[in-house]
């Protein structure tokens, strides 16, 4: 397959996380926050292992290691930045305050997809096996990112069936930046070097802002050691893609 097939592709399948929404309509409300809470582990461990294990190791061999760390830095405060202003922090429960916006939400989340698209197809286009990993790591992150806005526009009233579609047509702005960063970087190949501390820096920030706080709420201390395990074994996901690289 090219390049192109591999994003496009890949972009395709993570747009589909936004349909598991429907799925969620099964679940009781108890076990359907376990799942979740699984997820969110998962995810967290997965975004941090491939930004400590894949991007950084990459990127500093593309670019002078000091360069590269002060641009993820700049990386990390550029997406708390947009955060604040475009209200996409994701919601976990459908009572998520933030989302109080309703649609302006939505607003936010396809820009986020969009620079989803964009860090896949960089990595693609850097190495592929690279480019396998951080849609892996992306995909984890859907899963409960799409539940919690489904969650979201059900409990703003929305009805199921708009809920849902609206959902997937959002996430299908990842295939447009996926398409778009391909294009982009046959304009300006020197350009695609620099996503990587951009993804790197967008990996740390969702792991440690959004998805680690979120971990932390649980006081149950079964329940917390189930989750610390849950999210070693995304680290551990990740180290292993290492070994196969």
Same mark, same amino acid.
């Given at each position: 397959?090219?390049?192109?097939?591999?994003?496009?592709?890949?972009?395709?399948?993570?747009?589909?996380?936004?349909? #598991?929404?429907?799925? /969620?309509?099964?679940?009781?409300?108890?076990?359907?926050?376990?799942?979740?809470? +699984? =997820? %969110?582990?998962?995810?967290?461990?997965?975004?941090?292992?491939?930004?400590?294990?894949?991007?950084?190791?990459?990127?500093?061999?593309?670019?002078?290691?000091?360069?590269?760390?002060?641009?993820?830095?700049?990386? +990390?405060?550029?997406?708390? =930045?947009?955060?604040?202003?475009?209200?996409?922090?994701?919601?976990?429960?459908?009572?998520?305050?933030?989302?109080?916006?309703?649609?302006?939400?939505?607003?936010?989340?396809?820009?986020?997809?969009? #620079?989803?698209?964009?860090?896949?197809?960089?990595?693609?286009?850097?190495? #592929?096996?690279?480019? %396998?990993?951080?849609?892996?790591?992306?995909?984890?992150?859907?899963?409960?990112?799409? %539940?919690?806005?489904?969650?979201?526009?059900?409990?703003?009233?929305?009805?199921?069936?708009?809920?849902?579609?609206?959902? +997937?047509?959002?996430?299908?702005? %990842?295939?447009?930046?996926?398409?778009?960063?391909? =294009?982009?970087?046959?304009?300006?190949?020197?350009?695609?070097?620099?996503?990587?501390?951009?993804?790197?820096?967008?990996?740390?920030?969702?792991?440690?802002?959004?998805?680690?706080?979120?971990?932390?709420?649980?006081?149950?201390?079964?329940? /917390?050691?189930?989750? +610390?395990?849950?999210?070693?074994?995304?680290?551990?996901?990740?180290?292993?893609?290492?070994?196969?690289?």
């Amino acid at each position: 397959m090219t390049t192109l097939v591999y994003i496009i592709v890949s972009s395709f399948l993570l747009s589909f996380c936004a349909l #598991i929404g429907v799925f /969620s309509l099964a679940w009781r409300k108890k076990s359907g926050e376990k799942i979740l809470l +699984f =997820f %969110i582990s998962l995810s967290a461990g997965t975004l941090m292992g491939g930004a400590f294990l894949h991007l950084m190791p990459e990127g500093v061999e593309k670019l002078p290691a000091e360069k590269f760390f002060i641009l993820v830095l700049i990386s +990390f405060i550029f997406f708390y =930045f947009i955060e604040k202003i475009l209200h996409w922090r994701h919601c976990h429960k459908g009572e998520c305050a933030v989302h109080s916006f309703g649609y302006m939400s939505l607003i936010g989340d396809s820009i986020h997809n969009f #620079i989803d698209g964009l860090i896949i197809a960089a990595t693609f286009l850097v190495d #592929i096996k690279l480019g %396998i990993t951080t849609a892996i790591a992306i995909g984890f992150h859907e899963i409960p990112q799409e %539940i919690g806005d489904f969650a979201v526009l059900l409990y703003a009233g929305v009805k199921k069936g708009r809920a849902l579609a609206l959902n +997937f047509l959002v996430a299908l702005t %990842i295939v447009i930046g996926g398409i778009a960063g391909y =294009f982009l970087a046959l304009r300006a190949e020197n350009l695609i070097t620099y996503f990587l501390p951009l993804a790197a820096g967008g990996f740390l920030y969702v792991s440690t802002s959004d998805l680690i706080p979120e971990i932390r709420k649980e006081k149950d201390i079964k329940k /917390s050691l189930i989750s +610390f395990t849950v999210f070693f074994l995304g680290l551990g996901i990740m180290y292993l893609a290492t070994l196969i690289e």
